[in-house]
Nanobody, 128 residues
Framework: QVQLIESGGGLVQAGGSLRLSCAAS????????MGWFRQAPGKEREFVAA????????DYADSVKGRFTIARANAKNTVYLQMNSLKAEDTAVYYC?????????????????????WGQGTLVTVSS
């Protein structure tokens, strides 16, 4: 069982930056690919970024490529999402997720149905 707790959300002006953190419990965290997803009001949840168990491969949604960076520190059981050049359309609740069913894989999944554990979410509001 893995528990995920996100933090770092808040209110920021357009063009600003935030760093989200996701702290995970569980000894097997280091073998799981991790993802960040977001859900804006009235919209479906969407993929933002993903990272393999080693951190060697990452993937991003086109809408955030070049602005967001996903990273992980396995020694700290933590995944990060650095968000720069934020836009009003980045406003959403951000969730981190762990894919237990795909340990040690060279590519991290992008579909939310491939993730087994989810955090409670952290709200990011970008004012224009």
């Amino acid at each position: 069982q893995v528990q995920l707790i996100e933090s770092g959300g808040g209110l920021v002006q357009a063009g600003g930056s935030l760093r989200l953190s996701c702290a995970a419990s569980g000894r097997t965290f280091n073998s799981y690919p991790m993802g960040w997803f977001r859900q804006a009001p009235g919209k479906e949840r969407e993929f933002v970024a993903a990272i393999t168990w080693s951190g060697g491969n990452t993937d991003y949604a086109d809408s955030v490529k070049g602005r967001f960076t996903i990273a992980r520190a396995n020694a700290k059981n933590t995944v990060y999402l650095q968000m720069n050049s934020l836009k009003a359309e980045d406003t959403a609740v951000y969730y981190c997720a762990a894919s237990q069913r795909r340990p040690w894989q060279p590519v991290a999944p992008k579909r939310d149905e491939e993730y087994d554990y989810w955090g409670q979410g952290t709200l990011v509001t970008v004012s224009s």
